[in-house]
Structures are given as structure tokens and as C-alpha cells.
Antibody
Framework: QVQLQESGPGLVKPSETLSLICAVS?????????WGWIRQPPGKGLEWIGT???????YNNPSLESRVTMSVDTSKNQFSLMLSSVTAADTAVYYC??????????????WGTGTTVTVSS | EIVLTQSPGTLSLSPGERATLSCRAS???????LAWYQQKPGQSPRLLIY???DRATGIPDRFSGSGSGTDFTLSISRLEPEDFAVYYC?????????FGPGTTVDIK
């Protein structure tokens, strides 16, 4: 059974960089699939942040692209997100996810439990 | 850029009733790229339907998806108490994932 678990600071100061890690168990990242990050501000809907493949190729939401950095560590079976210059608008629950991309279908089939990140001084 | 609109914003129904949720795309999209998710309070979203009409593993057959072009529908044939939740549609295109704003199905 594939499981994803986010970890990282729950509180980040404005203008600083948010850093999260997603640990994957039950499936080797290097075997395939895409992996990504999705966030949900309090009381609002879902926003895709970006997607990364095991070879390091990334695709980012254009609205966030200049601030987003993603990386993958296949030896630890985890991937990470860095979001720079955060503001209160970046306060959200951040989910890591496994994404099915290709073979004619495109969707998120496994979600992490989510981690709440608050941006505040 | 594809924009997804969901309607209604809120659907108030009783257990046992049929729910019909709409997802409209700003331009024609391939049905292969359309999925639906359910999210309950305090939980992660759960995949219900992919490729517009294929049920995900373990999803009861009271959930069904249909549609093509710009108009897609998620139907719940007979609402069970556990079905009251928020439902999101999602599109994939140009290497990007886009979500609709969601429809809340609550108890009347």
C-alpha cells in the first residue's frame, strides 16, 4: 500500500522560505509515476503547485513558478518542495501526492495526509 | 488556460436522493483528462472518477461520471450519509493540473 507523509515546519515567517518533505513508502519513486504538491488555503479549494518525475524533470504552476523549487531523492524515496518569499496568502494545508500522467489518463491517485503551514511573524 | 466552473456551489439534499453535480470547462477538453474527487472535513481528497467516467478502485457504483467536450457530470444515484462532502473536478492539460472550485453536498 502506497503511503505519503508530509513533514516540515508548521510556522514560517513572511518573506522566508517554506520547506517540506514528502516521504513515500510502499512504492519506489524511481519505478515511475509523477509526484507533486497541491495546497488548500483555509476554507478554500485545491491548487496544484507542481509535479516532479523521478529524473528530476519538473512542471510548475505558472502563478507560483518563480518561487517554487522541487527536488527528488530516490535514495531516500522522498521528494521536497521549497516555496520562497512567502506571504500570508501561502498559508494552507499542503498535500503531497502521486499523480498518474500519461497512458491516456491524468489524475491524482494517492494523497498524503496533509500538513498545515501558517505564514505569520 | 482551461478554467473549470462547478455548479451548484451548494446542493442540499436528503439521504436517498439523487445528486447531480456539474463541471464546465472554459473550452473543449478531452474526457481522458477529467477526474472527480471527494473531500470530507479534515481529510485528504479521494479519487472517485478518472477519464470522466471510470470509477476508481473501491468506489461504490452509486457514483458515476459522464460528459464530453465542455460539460461533465458527477452523479450519485442514492445519497448515503457518508456522501455528504465537497466534490472537486480536475483537468489536466499542458502539463498542468487545474481544479474546479468545488460543490458542497450537504444534508437538507
Amino acid at each position: 500500500q502506497v503511503q505519503l507523509q508530509e513533514s516540515g515546519p508548521g510556522l514560517v515567517k513572511p518573506s522566508e522560505t517554506l520547506s517540506l518533505i514528502c516521504a513515500v513508502s510502499g512504492y519506489p519513486i524511481r519505478r515511475g509515476y509523477y509526484w507533486g504538491w497541491i495546497r488548500q488555503p483555509p476554507g478554500k479549494g485545491l491548487e496544484w503547485i507542481g509535479t516532479i518525475y523521478h529524473d528530476g524533470i519538473t512542471y510548475n504552476n505558472p502563478s507560483l513558478e518563480s518561487r517554487v523549487t522541487m527536488s527528488v531523492d530516490t535514495s531516500k524515496n522522498q521528494f521536497s518542495l521549497m516555496l520562497s518569499s512567502v506571504t500570508a496568502a501561502d498559508t494552507a494545508v499542503y498535500y503531497c501526492a502521486r499523480l498518474v500522467v500519461g497512458s491516456g489518463t491524468y489524475y491524482v491517485d494517492v494523497w498524503g495526509t496533509g500538513t498545515t503551514v501558517t505564514v505569520s511573524s | 488556460e482551461i478554467v473549470l466552473t462547478q455548479s451548484p456551489g451548494t446542493l442540499s439534499l436528503s439521504p436517498g436522493e439523487r445528486a447531480t453535480l456539474s463541471c464546465r470547462a472554459s473550452q473543449s477538453v478531452s474526457s481522458s483528462y477529467l477526474a472527480w474527487y471527494q473531500q470530507k472535513p479534515g481529510q485528504s481528497p479521494r479519487l472517485l472518477i478518472y477519464a470522466a467516467s471510470d470509477r476508481a478502485t473501491g468506489i461504490p457504483d452509486r457514483f458515476s461520471g459522464s460528459g464530453s467536450g465542455t460539460d461533465f457530470t458527477l452523479s450519485i444515484s442514492r445519497l448515503e450519509p457518508e456522501d455528504f462532502a465537497v466534490y472537486y473536478c480536475q483537468h489536466y492539460g499542458r502539463s498542468r493540473f487545474t481544479f474546479g472550485p468545488g460543490t458542497t453536498v450537504d444534508i437538507k
